[in-house]
């Protein structure tokens, strides 16, 4: 029969029959024995070890807590988690190739393991490996002994083995509190788990062991390339391109577990982007008293005998050679308190150490327990009733069941922050287990896992359990970190031609200056890149325009009609009015009719809608192609840009082709009274704002550049006196080929597969319409390289036009590795934490290279008006509209500073248009009427 314990149901974690019958399962069969239930004596003891749910919850919520305080602190002296960051910052993705090796510490013995990487399809992964036991003499010993130990068992595995490489990476899996400032860089904290070998604390464990092997392993080149903790060592021995691992936990003769955070969590991190391992080293937990409540007399005494004294008290509650010795600790108190063994006590039962951890998996076995715990109590030379062999039974159980129960709290608030600081309602994970005390018996397992999902309901952990150990993680950490070595070398060739000097923005703002004075002159103008087109608007609004006036903005496929009313700014200022219109590609790409038949419709609708059907009012016409403008009222198209190619355009006044597409319509007439630049439009709407406001800047779609020029200036038209705005065109900076030395190769490709090739160099380097063209390049490239994407090219990465402006906005915008993630995979991308990192360096040197040339513009440009205006020191307002400048995360900020750098005489302040240049193309139309 069996026998059912007469516990009370509050000692049980929670109160469901689930729960309760947990304790059950383990309780060993009475088969082997005739004798009475456990004592009431022993079992208030036995109860002292049974942890109630709310207990539980507490230790869950603690370890919580402390994580994210843990995260936020740079320095973790007095923390109750230390959180250390391990700088392991990748995974491995099944790429990796080579001959890696990994080492590994244990509490006896020493681990190594030789892991060869192929692309080898019948044998890709080889695995050799040799354990070393540590004698005595080594435990005994110095620091400097112990990692002469090391070195020497490494050289010796490596010459039992024919191979025909000298050269190895190595990681080296070292069980213990470890301070990094880089993978290969790590001071120990302390020694814990009874360990102690002088001259190691506070000391570099990475360069002790290198300096080690350089004097030992003389045959060969060993590069100790890191150093990481058990925990991070078990999540990488599971992790897998098809299985992937966020979570390592170590149950064994120590405890820990470490799992993979966002760094830009970590605090005192000097970069927070990607990822990055940490080593929670959750056995120092407790030390702020977080666990006092649950610690018994017999942890404290079991405490008392060990080498840290008062440490690691939430390691002391779990891993096995502290369980062992609170099982131990437990008789020996009870039987000098007479409750067992009749009193008597034997040397061998106060002697540290003499149970290990099989002895108690034998002494909880469900059949034959009750006969190997006598044969146990006899070796330790005790005379033990069966009476005291069940006692003894319940003890064992209570302590093996309470640090599976334990452990799964602290799993817990784990599980709990990573579902927290990833947004997610329901977390689901895979968690890389390993030691002897978890797999000592499926009931440990079993308790811990259901113990979880009572803690953690909203979290799914799916385990595995490491096959090979922590020396499989270390090497796979060797081997990952080569890789993304090698991939970092890979990016940064492949961007450092985005990556514009000091130096390269001075040479391009001087060649900006010449260009600009090329097409200034009446001499040189014709054949100037930059054409610096006269707009014959002189004046900027000054308050006192008044009226109603239509307005039409041209700048792209989008376009608008407005209604503006002009009044004093007591009265209100402007307001206005406006409906979006669109130009289909096959308008945009017919004929001089059809496109200007269909803008004119529009504006009829317009018309129609706001009820002016009828009414002349006279109109500003924003026309944001290059044109050489005789009059404020006539410009000659000089060539389409940002798609459109209507034939019959080029070389006409698209001002008369606005007027006879009216004049095909009955009853209906519009007052063209000016055409101007986006760029100028948008200068007049800030200067309505700003009166210092003196320079347009269009970055969107396309970019371009206005500002007021000195009539003396400008030779291209009559006249010395006041000033005129000048439309740069400044797109086409660099069709000369001065900007060769500038011009990538993903350039060249954008360029060849536009509908103006050759033309528009710098446009092509700054605007939105070919930033994403560019990084779906980059990206192609890399994947060739092998460096991203696995080197999988895929049909997205070939597919033109994939990435609007859009994207890259969305890429740089996202907090953290998760979102990009999720961003790529919406265009049918899978990709690893390295290639989201990867995609964002790439979105960033593009948009950071074209803010820089953007910069050089403007620098060239307030540089000229201060030497126009001879002095020192300038202020000026330029006026910006453009979706990239508006909607990119950093493309304003690295503009601003990029300018305030190169042209520190000039304070330059950038006002966002917020009405659009369809606002200054009537408030031009206002200021010509009204003059």
Known sequence: MNFVPRLKRSSC?????????EDHKLLPHRADSKNAPVSDQIQKHVQAFHLPKEQLEHVRDS????????????????????MLPSYVCTLTDGTETGDFLGL????????????????????????????????ENIVNGSGEQLFEFFAKCVGTFLDGLSLNTQNFPLCFCFPFPCEHIALNQCKLIRWIKDCRWPGVEGNDVAQLLQTALNQTCKNYKIEVIGVINDAVGTLLSCHSEKEPCEVGLVIDAGTNCGYVEETQHIGGLEHGAGCMCINIEWGSFGKLGELNDITTEFDLQMDKQSMDRGKNKFEKLISSIYLCDTIRTTLATLAEKGDIFSGVLTPTLLTKGKMELQDVVDIIDEKVGLSNTKNFLVR???????????NVQQICQAVYVRSAKLCAAGLAGVLTHIRTIQGLPHLKITVAVDGDLYKSRPQYSQILQETLKSLAPECTATFVTSEHGCVLGAARVAAATVRLKHQEEGVAQVLAPFRLSMSDMDTLRTMMRQEMEKGLSKETNSTATVRMLPTYVRHLPDGSERGEFLALDLGGTNFRVLMVQVRSKEEGGVHMVSESYTIPPQVAQSNEKE???????????????????????????????????????????????????????????????????????????IDVVAIVNDTVGTMMACAYVDPNCEIGLIVGTGTNACYMEEMRNVGTVEGDEGRMCINMEWGAFGDNGCLEHYITQFDEKVDAESINAGQQRYEKLISGMYLGEIVRYILLELTMRKVIFRGRPTEVLKTK??????????VEDTPGHHFVCNILEEYGLSVSTEDALVVKDVCRAVSSRAAKMCAVGISAVVEKIRENRRVSKLDITVGVDGTLYKMHPYFATKLHKTVAMIAPN????????????????????????HK
């Open 13 to 21: 974690v929670g109160t469901s029959s689930t729960e309760g019958r």
């Open 63 to 82: 370890v919580y807590s402390a994580m994210q305080d843990g995260l936020k602190e740079k320095v973790k002296d007095g923390l109750a988690l230390p």
């Open 104 to 135: 590994e510490m244990k509490k006896d013995l020493v681990n190594i393991m030789l892991l060869q990487l192929s692309d080898n399809k019948d044998e890709p992964v080889v695995m050799k490996k040799k354990n070393f036991p540590i004698t």
């Open 380 to 390: 330790l030379g005790m005379v033990a009733s069966n009476q005291d062999c069940f």
């Open 595 to 669: 496109l200007f038949d269909h803008i004119v419709q529009c504006i009829m609708d317009f018309s129609n809608k706001h009820s002016i059907v009828g009414r002349t009012l006279p109109l500003g016409f924003t026309f944001s192609f290059p044109c050489n403008q005789t009059s404020l009222d006539k410009g000659i198209l000089l060539r389409w840009t940002k798609g459109f190619s209507a034939t019959g355009c080029v070389g006409e006044d698209v001002v008369e082709l606005l007027r006879e597409a009216v004049k095909r319509q009955t009853d209906f007439d």
């Open 801 to 810: 036009n994939i990435f609007p402006t859009k994207f890259l906005t969305n």
């Open 906 to 929: 000039c304070n330059v302040k950038f006002l966002l248009s917020e009405d659009g240049s369809g606002k200054g193309a009537a408030l031009i139309a206002a200021v010509a009427t």
